[in-house]
């Protein structure tokens, strides 16, 4: 059964706290993303990468990081630096291959709630 | 439709009656639209998608239109039921100038803002 998780769904952290958010994909997909969703709002790129060890900023990467050492991971920390770090976190995968080039399949977000 | 306001825009309708969601895009140079549906506490699923040539495109209760003279797309759908009642999001791919090493570009998608859609019983 091929899918993106992300774990956990449910995240809570101290401030000045760095955390890490896990995304784990099993599509063969090349592309990975990281969104961030905010109450009332659309979804804002924070990261992607469209290959292995490769990975480029999105409009809000301030105060993240990101790794792709492994096609079928993504991982996405969020530092201290990070102002307002409470929100949504999506992540996605995208496959050139097929006739929906560029859809993007989400994970089931976390949620990160920083107090 | 969809707006840069702080609010999303929201539409209430009669089960079975048909709803019309809009959206304004941002790039004339955008080649791929998709519209989502997110459902609360859940990642966006994939509804319906339309590449640039086209102007219609019709999947199951759903379609979607592009005209791209006032950049403007709209999602069509046909007999409403609860089950529909979701965020709805359209995107657009804006194609990255940046490939990987095998020449692939993947773009990147732009999404709206979203619309809420309540269905009433």
């Known amino acids: 059964d091929g899918g993106i998780t992300q774990s956990p769904k449910y995240l809570f952290r101290k401030e000045g706290q760095n955390v890490t958010l896990s995304c784990e994909q099993n599509?063969?997909?090349?592309?990975m993303y990281w969104y961030r969703q905010d109450p009332g709002q659309g979804l804002r790129l924070i990261y992607y990468?469209?290959?292995?060890?490769?990975?480029q900023k999105g409009d809000i990467a301030e105060g993240y990081s990101v790794s792709r050492e492994k096609k079928e991971s993504f991982p996405l920390t969020v530092t201290s630096a990070q102002k307002n770090p409470t929100a949504f976190y999506l992540c996605?995968?995208?496959?050139?291959?097929?006739?929906?080039?560029?859809?993007?399949?989400f994970g089931p977000g976390t949620r990160l709630t920083v107090t | 439709g969809e707006s840069v306001g702080l609010h999303l825009p929201t539409l209430s309708v009669q089960e079975g009656d048909n709803s019309i969601i809009n959206c304004a895009y941002s790039n004339s140079a955008s080649d791929y639209f998709i519209w989502y549906k997110q459902e609360s506490g859940k990642g966006p699923q994939f509804i319906i998608d339309i590449r640039s040539n086209m102007d219609k495109r019709q999947g199951q209760r759903v379609t979607v239109l592009l005209n791209k003279t006032v950049k403007h797309l709209s999602l069509q759908i046909a007999a409403t039921q609860p089950g529909d009642s979701a965020v709805y999001f359209c995107?657009?791919?804006?194609?990255?100038?940046?490939?990987?090493?095998?020449?692939?570009?993947?773009?990147?998608?732009?999404f709206g803002q979203g619309t809420i859609l309540t269905v009433h019983p």
């Open positions: 990468s469209q290959i292995v060890n490769d990975f």
């Open positions: 995107a657009e791919n804006i194609r990255s100038s940046r490939s990987n090493a095998g020449g692939t570009s993947y773009g990147k998608l732009t």
């Open positions: 996605a995968s995208s496959t050139r291959s097929g006739g929906r080039s560029y859809e993007q399949y």
């Open positions: 599509l063969n997909h090349d592309a």
